[in-house]
């Protein structure tokens, strides 16, 4: 039971160049979460699944697109990579409301650290 | 919108000492879910203690134990016997259940706590 994983580790892109973060889980959680984590302001809520085929946005969206391809992993895709989306980004699972586990936390990955030069 | 205000960036404590995490909170809703992260430096986000709003007994986990206060919106994170390896970023997190599927963690900015060997 791995339970998030994400790839890649670590990644530098130059202004402009595209890539595809990627996340899964195999704890059968509904809902999936991307999140980035800046200096001094927390993590914040870029995108969310709340089940297979459905996504929307969070706090801030601008920028990326998301892809849920199944339940098990969501994917997070900067098409044309900025300096201000230098960041580490989180994806984290959790049951759903109806499952009726409570209390529902997230379960979080390790981690991509990117650095947009 | 909730928001979640972790006052103290720092705290630093000596080993075998306790040491008490403030954190405030922002909502009009009656029932959500409260939350400790610990984030060591290796990044990895790490569940540490969870509290149901409509519970009025506080949570503890082991040595992590909270303070609870619903109408002051307080909810405070006390370690005991404080050990080396508590050494990390402590975040508090917010969890709505206002939207069905959307339960994301509104997260505060983090007390980074430093143990004194």
């Known amino acids: 039971n791995a339970g998030v994983t994400q790839t890649p580790k670590f990644q530098v892109l130059k202004t402009g160049q595209s890539m595809t973060l990627q996340c899964a889980q195999d704890?059968?959680?509904?809902?999936m979460y991307w999140y980035r984590q800046d200096p001094g302001m927390g993590l914040r809520l870029i995108y969310y699944?709340?089940?297979?085929?459905?996504?929307d946005k969070g706090e801030v969206p601008n920028g990326y697109n998301v892809s849920r391809l199944n339940k098990r992993e969501f994917s997070l895709r900067l098409e044309s990579a900025a300096p201000s989306q230098t960041s580490v980004y989180f994806c984290?699972?959790?049951?759903?409301?109806?499952?009726?586990?409570?209390?529902?936390?997230?379960?979080f990955g390790p981690g991509t650290r990117l650095l947009v030069l | 919108a909730q928001t979640v205000t972790q006052s103290q960036p720092e705290m630093s404590v000596q080993e075998a000492e306790t040491v008490t995490l403030s954190c405030t909170y922002d909502?009009?809703?009656?029932?959500?879910?409260l939350f400790w992260y610990k984030q060591p430096p290796s990044r990895q986000m790490i569940l540490v203690i969870r509290?149901?709003?409509?519970?009025?007994q506080n949570a503890t986990e082991n040595r992590f134990s909270v303070n609870f206060q619903k109408a002051a919106k307080s909810f405070s994170l006390k370690i005991s016997d404080s050990q080396l390896g508590d050494a990390a970023m402590y975040f508090c997190?917010?969890?709505?259940?206002?939207?069905?599927?959307?339960?994301?963690?509104?997260f505060g900015t983090g007390t980074r706590l430093t143990i004194i060997p």
């Open positions: 997190a917010y969890r709505s259940l206002s939207n069905f599927g959307n339960e994301k963690l509104t």
């Open positions: 984290a699972s959790s049951p759903s409301y109806a499952s009726g586990t409570t209390p529902r936390a997230q379960y």
């Open positions: 909502t009009s809703e009656s029932d959500y879910y």
């Open positions: 699944s709340a089940s297979e085929g459905t996504t």
């Open positions: 509290q149901e709003a409509y519970k009025q």
């Open positions: 704890m059968n959680h509904n809902s």
